[in-house]
């Protein structure tokens, strides 16, 4: 059943509105759209309650209007998370900002500021227990349908529930002598990857494709067959791991993306390097994988021991040292590479801020100087 439209607002700013969205969101997907046009609309919906009279964008001023409706939305019932809040004031904002260009109105590009917008709630990661994990596992190899596959592929490569739904039908590429691997596409990021298997996903990925051989849609090139849109397809294998749950007797709060927390935390103690597993999930950015994977105490135990046992494991010395730095280009190298690392032992010891993050940055044109200096190498 198609969602209902709302009628438009009645308000004299309006059009104004929806020329800057219209403008803002023609590049965007249609539920990113939908998400700017509620905030739009819900502001307008503020402004006609509490200042009727304003009927021109030039009369609109951070105090009272911006700074009104963001009180407005800290005192909503129920409380609004604060993710919602920064949601609402960053699509605001970037409408103001299109309005600014568009009406040559440049103070309306600052009436939201960057000191308005809290910081984001540092978000735990999830992974499962390993009892829930065993049984969830096990129930899937039981059922062995389409949905406990795509679960089964989930959990075992670590992808997002999203790139799940977008693989194509030969995902699973050789990568050398019974090797193999799963090509996920371009997902959040923007990123493509490939993620290792073993044999056990090479049979789930081969079953899901007998699996799409049968559907009565044609074939498209894609894994799994979608009579509506991705969004219906993922909000279907949700469901599905929601019934799961319930008919073991697990938590049915469980999502499909605790799968890629608990393929995170073991590959993590398998001892997959920090490096690796930021290829294997498919970050950009170090601080997300730190955020992403959990620790456990047992971890924590192990690493204690390992380093009472071997402390100077954990911070190796330099590889060279002045009386063994060699002639020529090689000593430069030897040089720049002692000096990296005194830098970051030096840097860790340090707590976070300022000085901890121009560490970073003067750590990251080190790697840039060591990059050229290695292509001045001569035969």
Not at 2 to 21: E, K, M, N, V
Not at 117 to 131: D, K
Not at 277 to 296: A, F, N, Q
Request: proline share 8%; glycine share 6%; with cysteine.
């Amino acid at each position: 059943m198609s969602r209902a439209r709302r009628p438009p607002i009645q308000h004299p700013l309006a059009a104004t509105f929806d020329r800057a969205l219209a403008s803002y969101c023609a590049s965007l997907n249609p539920e990113t759209a939908r998400h700017y046009r509620g905030t739009v609309r819900r502001f307008l919906i503020y402004l006609a309650k509490g200042y009727p009279g304003l009927i021109l964008l030039a009369d609109l001023r951070r105090d009272p209007h911006i700074l009104g409706w963001m009180s407005s939305l800290r005192a909503q019932q129920p409380p609004l998370v604060t993710a919602s809040y920064i949601n609402r004031l960053l699509s605001l904002r970037c409408i103001l900002i299109e309005l600014a260009w568009m009406n040559n109105l440049s103070e309306l590009a600052h009436f939201i500021r960057s000191d308005d917008i809290p910081r984001t709630p540092q978000r735990l990661p999830r992974p499962l227990a390993p009892e829930q994990d065993q049984k969830l596992q096990q129930e899937f190899v039981r059922r062995n349908d389409w949905g406990s596959n795509a679960l089964l592929l989930i959990r075992h490569t670590g992808m997002r529930i999203g790139e799940c739904a977008d693989l194509s039908f030969d995902c699973l590429r050789a990568t050398g002598p019974n090797q193999w691997a799963v090509h996920v596409p371009l997902g959040k990021l923007k990123t493509e990857r490939l993620v290792p298997v073993d044999s056990f996903v090479g049979d789930v990925v081969q079953r899901l494709r007998f699996f799409r051989s049968v559907d009565p849609l044609p074939l498209d090139g894609l894994l799994w067959a979608r009579p509506h849109r991705k969004e219906a397809l993922v909000r279907q294998l949700r469901e599905y791991l929601h019934q799961v749950c319930y008919a073991i007797g697990l938590s049915t709060r469980i999502v499909p993306h605790q799968l890629r927390h608990t393929y995170a935390t073991e590959m993590l103690r398998a001892g997959v390097g920090f490096p690796a597993l930021m290829k294997l999930l498919g970050h950009t950015d170090p601080e997300m994988t730190m955020r992403y994977v959990e620790v456990g105490l047992t971890d924590l135990q192990r690493e204690f021991q390992r380093a009472l046992a071997k402390p100077r494991h954990l911070i190796p010395p330099p590889k060279t040292s002045l009386p063994l730095v060699r002639a020529g280009l090689a000593g430069v190298l030897d040089a720049i590479i002692a000096a990296q690392h005194v830098l970051e032992m030096f840097r860790r010891t340090l707590p976070d801020g300022l000085a901890r993050r121009n560490l970073d940055r003067l750590s990251n044109r080190l790697t840039k100087i060591l990059a050229e200096a290695r292509k001045l190498a001569t035969p």
